[in-house]
């Protein structure tokens, strides 16, 4: 038994349930990372929208990035901020005001923003936005970043060296100060 | 509606706005680190909805969203660091009161 090629009713193609599905998940949960008052639950769903975003990236014929989506920002970034809101929450700052003052100001800046991009996306001719999409080889990836691409690669990977020795120097705990301190 | 450039597009507006608006409004140093996480994550989104329509292009799209995904995996590296930093002396993540560089 197979599935119908469009919706039964809507005459939606199933794509596009999918598509309109994942993108309410990433934009409804990034949504609640700004709005959420609580800085835990923003964390979890900031991976919530990053899921969704994984979603897209598959449906979009890219597995090879929604796979590194999944590693990078599920598995690394979003554990790293988590442990550095567990490191730096403190009951002494005053939780209700998660907000600055001028947030209504922001608020309206971002509308404006979304609108600008809005329009100028709407009102381009894209040349190639008839072409059909295509599924991209993971292979072809591989050949790409490993051969035709490996200076990039390397210099990648030197600042991800130097990032995370730079990171630890700087976080790391000041011996001398805390003696003074003690 | 997935097969158009449009919607990837004003999908990735989207989640840059909101990105924007939590830069902007959050007091939480970290809120605004996840926020610039969120804007970053549009970009590439818009990279790979280019890729996609884009048949000349072939696989470099996602190439290029690799690399993009791995500096923004240093910028948090960094961007944590210090915020950890500027904590340990100033005993609060609030943005608004990281003041006295201004007085």
């Known amino acids: 038994m197979s599935l119908p090629e469009t919706m039964p009713y809507t005459g939606w193609r199933w794509d596009d349930l999918v598509f309109l599905a994942l993108a309410g998940v990433m934009l409804g949960s ?12 923003s964390g979890l769903f900031m991976v919530l929208s990053f899921l969704g975003l994984a979603g897209i990236y598959a449906l979009a014929g890219s597995p090879i990035v929604a796979a590194a989506q999944v590693l990078v920002y599920i598995g690394a970034i979003s554990v790293l901020i988590l442990f550095a809101v567990m490191l730096t929450q ?31 996306i709407l009102l381009t001719e894209f040349p190639a936005a ?17 051969d035709a691409n490996v200076f990039a690669f390397e210099v990648v990977s ?19 100060a805390d003696e003074e301190g003690a | ?28 140093a970290i809120a605004m680190l996840m ?15 280019f890729a996609l329509f884009t048949p000349s292009l072939g696989a470099q799209g996602s190439v ?19 915020v950890i930093a500027i904590y340990r002396n100033r005993r609060t993540p609030l943005v608004d009161e990281y003041a006295s560089m201004r007085e």
């Open chain 1, 30 to 41: 990034a949504l609640l990372v700004v709005l959420s008052r609580n800085i835990i639950r």
């Open chain 1, 90 to 120: 403190s009951k002494a700052g005053p939780a209700a005001l998660v907000f600055q003052r001028q947030a209504w100001i922001a608020a309206i800046a971002s509308v404006v923003l979304l609108g600008l991009i809005g329009a100028s």
């Open chain 1, 130 to 146: 008839e072409a059909l999409p295509t599924v991209h080889e993971t292979r072809e990836v591989a050949f790409l970043i490993f």
């Open chain 1, 158 to 176: 030197l600042l991800l060296l130097a990032a995370v020795v730079g990171g630890i120097f700087i976080a790391r705990r000041d011996e001398s």
């Open chain 2, 1 to 28: 509606m997935s097969q158009s450039l449009d919607a990837y597009l004003l999908l990735a507006a989207g989640l840059f706005a909101i990105g924007t608006f939590g830069f902007l409004a959050k007091r939480n």
């Open chain 2, 35 to 49: 926020s610039i996480e969120l804007m970053l994550n549009a970009v590439n989104l818009a990279i790979v909805a």
């Open chain 2, 64 to 82: 290029i969203a690799l690399f993009v995904m791995a500096v923004a995996a240093a910028e948090a590296t960094v961007g944590l660091a210090i």
